[in-house]
């Protein structure tokens, strides 16, 4: 054990650093990264409730769709959603253009929780169907500029379509929330 001197000097170091950690986070509560509460959020009209979209992806043949969204932005001030396909056994998704934009605007449109205000992500899983680009469908709806293809491309992918202010996303889908859009027809098929 040290002498008091250095015991005493070890302690008063480790609350100096204590209190330097509070101080550094009490600062970064207000600074320019920090946490936002002036997004948008829980409109009092137009689109529809989280519910609501949930189950008009879900009506879709052939597709499993978890739409999820809207909590609190994190401590950047982000908030997007992230919508899940999966593709059961026995189907393919056949109009890919028309499903990422019946997607996005779904997310779009929701009126509950937060305005998406960095990007609305759109995953496919094929399982053990045949391989499918939402990039390139999402590219060809015009949501995204069209990126490399993948080497090697596996029954999963995925695609970012931005929603933050100034992005071509955020241009396209207009006011929040948009206008709840119509179920699309005929974007899968049995294989």
Request: proline fraction near 9%; include cysteine; glycine fraction near 14%.
């Amino acid at each position: 054990m040290g002498t008091p001197t250095t015991t005493r000097r070890g302690s008063r170091a480790r609350g100096i650093r204590a209190a330097l950690v509070v101080l550094v986070a009490l600062a970064g509560c207000g600074a320019p990264g920090g946490p936002r509460h002036d997004i948008p959020h829980d409109a009092e009209s137009g689109g529809q409730t989280l519910r609501q979209a949930q189950a008009a992806v879900s009506s879709i043949p052939g597709l499993t769709i978890d739409l999820a969204g809207g909590e609190p932005p994190n401590i950047k001030g982000n908030t997007g959603y992230d919508v899940r396909v999966t593709v059961a056994p026995g189907y393919r998704i056949v109009d890919g253009p028309a499903l990422v934009t019946f997607l996005v605007e779904s997310a779009w449109s929701v009126r509950t929780g937060y305005l998406p205000n960095t990007q609305i992500t759109v995953s496919v899983d094929t399982g053990d169907g045949p391989e499918f680009e939402v990039d390139a469908a999402a590219a060809e709806a015009g949501w995204v500029e069209r990126g490399e293809p993948v080497p090697g491309q596996t029954t999963f992918s995925l695609v970012n379509v931005r929603t933050d202010d100034g992005s071509p996303g955020r241009e396209r889908l207009g006011d929040w929330p948009g206008d709840v859009p119509d179920v699309p027809r005929d974007v899968t098929a049995r294989r």
